[in-house]
């Protein structure tokens, strides 16, 4: 992401985890100039609001579940008119118990009740068992 937007853009990097924060840290923020470590939990956007200035783009890559209930809450509060999401969906981290596409299906919706317009789906198997990539525009 760091070299996607160059020096013209931020990354805005939250994290919740103190040794995962340390390592990001110690391998990327001291390297890059655009990158904004945040340490935080990504479930309470209001936390860190004061930090973070509206984005074009939100990459949402974390193990919970409500996987896309969290990037939409975060949307609300940082996303710009019109703006992107990327959120990497790991089924098993969202509902062991069912099928990883019916999974899929219940995050799209949310992002859809959202007023999220769904663009394009990737499962990203073989890479990736029970995960797929979800690009999604806020309208």
Known sequence: ??????????????????????????TLCQYRSNVYPILSDARMPEK?????????????????????KLLADNADVFLKPNGF??????????????????????????????AFEILQTVRLEPYEKDHAMILARRS
């Open 1 to 26: 992401m760091s070299d996607i937007v160059q020096t013209e853009g931020r990354v805005y990097c939250v994290e919740f985890a103190q040794r995962s924060m340390r390592e990001l840290i110690d």
């Open 48 to 68: 860190y609001k004061s930090l973070v200035s509206p984005v074009d783009v939100i990459y949402c890559d974390i193990a919970q579940s409500q996987q896309a």
């Open 85 to 114: 999401a990327l959120i990497a969906i790991k089924s098993r981290s969202v509902d062991v118990t069912m099928e990883p596409v019916d999974v899929f299906k219940q995050e799209v919706k949310v992002l859809q009740r959202r």
